[in-house]
């Protein structure tokens, strides 16, 4: 009796012990069943077959990381609502949906995106990425368009990525996404320092008739006195004068050969021809060790300026193009010329062209009031925050959406 019952134990034994290796086994697949399929090359080109938004215009926009001076100026559909998500995101809407976003820095979600096509392009400083990049299989299937625009400021280099549903972007959209975006700056570059490192115990200051009238000697003069600065500053005016004017007076380049002076501003560029006097004069200071500055005067020509910068590589400072700058945000041209034949420039003009000398020199800017050369209070009513700063503004900040 007892040896039937360890028999039938041990049949029950076996009998569980097969239901237990049945039940923990599991079917065989095919490597097909294991592996879901994410990926089919041959929809890689079916972004072709969707079809595209006609914008009824484009709207410009521009965008910038808050405290820098330069923005980015793009065009969108006019359809796209651009609006802050996150400090570092813009979401875009487009009848009343979520097609894309605009973010400050590369993207990290590409996980599962497949690149299926490039193009690139270059305007400036700006470099312009397009990729049009897949996802999914079959019914999951989706495609975006990912740009990004890269620029260096300050020694960094900053990115603007464009994410966006393929279905948004036509041909001319993504031609317009890719090749005319640019770049532009807030405001001027005040150019503090940018001559720090010139000796400068001796300056001389040379041109025409605009060197009379705009009191620029005198004018840097006090604003040296008044901020602790010494120096010897000599403005020479002659009327009608040239570049050539000064390489031809034989006594003025001998005292230049000898050394007299630390630092010359040199105007007189009223065509190109006087590039080739300029390179004279050049040569007179690099043997005495003399910075020479290009310096155009108001009345003077702008492609004979740049043309001359251009083949010499001189440091310049653009007193023409300050003014011009200043007359542009409204200030009176009558302010910086008097109303004569040659349009003469007045104190005005000449107190700019003293703070750009003076800026550029000592690294600083001139902080304490003037009174004999120029009222101060006059100056400060008309030129605003360039007293400040040194800067003028291009474009309206305002206008500007901003990454924090």
Same mark, same amino acid.
């Given at each position: 009796?007892?040896?039937?019952?360890?028999?039938?134990?041990?049949? @029950?034994?076996?009998?569980?012990?097969?239901?237990?290796?049945?039940?923990?086994?599991?079917?065989?697949?095919?490597?097909?069943?294991?592996?879901?399929?994410?990926?089919?090359?041959?929809?890689?080109?079916?972004?072709?077959?969707?079809?595209?938004?006609?914008?009824?215009?484009?709207?410009?926009?521009?965008?910038? @990381?808050?405290?820098?001076?330069?923005?980015?100026? =793009?065009?969108?559909?006019?359809?796209?609502?651009?609006?802050?998500?996150?400090?570092?995101?813009?979401?875009?809407?487009?009848?009343?949906?979520?097609?894309?976003?605009?973010?400050?820095?590369?993207?990290?979600?590409?996980?599962?995106?497949?690149?299926?096509?490039?193009?690139?392009?270059?305007?400036?400083?700006?470099?312009?990425?397009?990729?049009?990049?897949?996802?999914?299989?079959?019914?999951?299937?989706?495609?975006?368009?990912?740009?990004?625009?890269?620029?260096?400021?300050?020694? #960094?280099?900053?990115?603007?990525?464009?994410?966006?549903?393929?279905?948004?972007?036509?041909?001319?959209?993504?031609?317009?996404?890719?090749?005319?975006?640019?770049?532009?700056?807030?405001?001027?570059?005040?150019?503090?320092? =940018?001559?720090?490192?010139?000796?400068?115990?001796?300056? @001389?200051?040379?041109?025409?008739? $605009?060197?009379?009238?705009?009191?620029?000697?005198?004018?840097?003069?006090?604003?040296?006195?008044?901020?602790?600065?010494?120096?010897?500053?000599?403005?020479?005016?002659?009327?009608? #004068?040239?570049?050539?004017?000064?390489?031809?007076?034989?006594?003025?380049?001998?005292?230049?050969?000898?050394?007299?002076?630390?630092?010359?501003?040199?105007?007189?560029?009223?065509?190109?021809?006087?590039?080739?006097?300029?390179?004279?004069?050049?040569?007179?200071?690099?043997?005495?060790?003399?910075?020479?500055?290009?310096?155009?005067?108001?009345?003077?020509?702008?492609?004979?300026?740049?043309?001359?910068?251009?083949?010499?590589? @001189?440091?310049?400072?653009?007193?023409?193009?300050?003014?011009?700058?200043?007359?542009?945000?409204?200030?009176?041209?009558?302010?910086?010329?008097?109303?004569?034949?040659?349009?003469?420039?007045?104190?005005?003009?000449?107190?700019?062209?003293?703070?750009?000398?003076?800026?550029?020199?000592?690294?600083?800017?001139?902080?304490?009031?003037?009174?004999?050369?120029?009222?101060?209070?006059?100056?400060?009513?008309?030129?605003?925050?360039?007293?400040?700063?040194?800067?003028?503004?291009?474009?309206?900040?305002?206008?500007?959406?901003? $990454?924090?």
């Amino acid at each position: 009796m007892k040896k039937t019952i360890l028999i039938f134990l041990l049949i @029950l034994a076996t009998l569980l012990c097969a239901c237990e290796n049945n039940d923990s086994k599991q079917p065989e697949t095919t490597s097909e069943q294991q592996t879901e399929v994410t990926d089919l090359s041959a929809e890689d080109d079916d972004y072709k077959e969707i079809a595209r938004r006609d914008p009824s215009g484009y709207t410009e926009h521009q965008f910038g @990381l808050r405290g820098n001076n330069l923005v980015l100026d =793009i065009d969108f559909p006019a359809e796209w609502k651009i609006e802050a998500e996150t400090e570092l995101v813009f979401s875009i809407t487009a009848d009343g949906r979520s097609v894309g976003r605009l973010i400050w820095g590369t993207v990290d979600d590409n996980e599962g995106w497949k690149i299926v096509e490039t193009d690139n392009s270059m305007e400036s400083d700006l470099k312009m990425k397009m990729y049009i990049e897949k996802k999914g299989s079959r019914e999951t299937l989706a495609f975006r368009y990912r740009f990004e625009y890269e620029y260096t400021e300050q020694d #960094a280099i900053c990115t603007v990525t464009l994410l966006i549903d393929c279905a948004e972007v036509n041909d001319y959209t993504q031609k317009r996404l890719l090749l005319a975006p640019s770049l532009y700056p807030l405001r001027t570059d005040a150019g503090i320092g =940018i001559l720090q490192s010139a000796k400068k115990d001796n300056i @001389l200051i040379l041109g025409n008739s $605009f060197i009379n009238s705009s009191s620029i000697g005198s004018i840097f003069r006090e604003m040296l006195q008044k901020n602790g600065k010494a120096a010897n500053v000599q403005a020479i005016s002659r009327g009608y #004068a040239t570049v050539e004017t000064y390489v031809t007076d034989s006594f003025m380049m001998e005292n230049i050969r000898a050394g007299a002076y630390d630092i010359i501003f040199i105007c007189g560029f009223y065509s190109t021809s006087e590039i080739a006097h300029l390179k004279t004069l050049k040569a007179a200071c690099d043997e005495s060790d003399t910075t020479l500055v290009i310096f155009p005067a108001h009345n003077e020509s702008e492609n004979a300026f740049t043309q001359a910068c251009k083949e010499t590589s @001189l440091p310049s400072l653009n007193w023409k193009g300050e003014i011009n700058a200043l007359i542009k945000t409204g200030i009176s041209k009558r302010d910086f010329c008097i109303d004569d034949m040659h349009q003469h420039s007045t104190a005005l003009a000449g107190y700019v062209g003293a703070h750009m000398i003076y800026r550029a020199l000592y690294g600083s800017l001139p902080t304490n009031a003037l009174a004999s050369s120029i009222d101060q209070s006059y100056v400060n009513e008309l030129l605003g925050d360039y007293v400040q700063t040194g800067s003028i503004p291009l474009r309206d900040a305002d206008a500007v959406k901003y $990454f924090h």
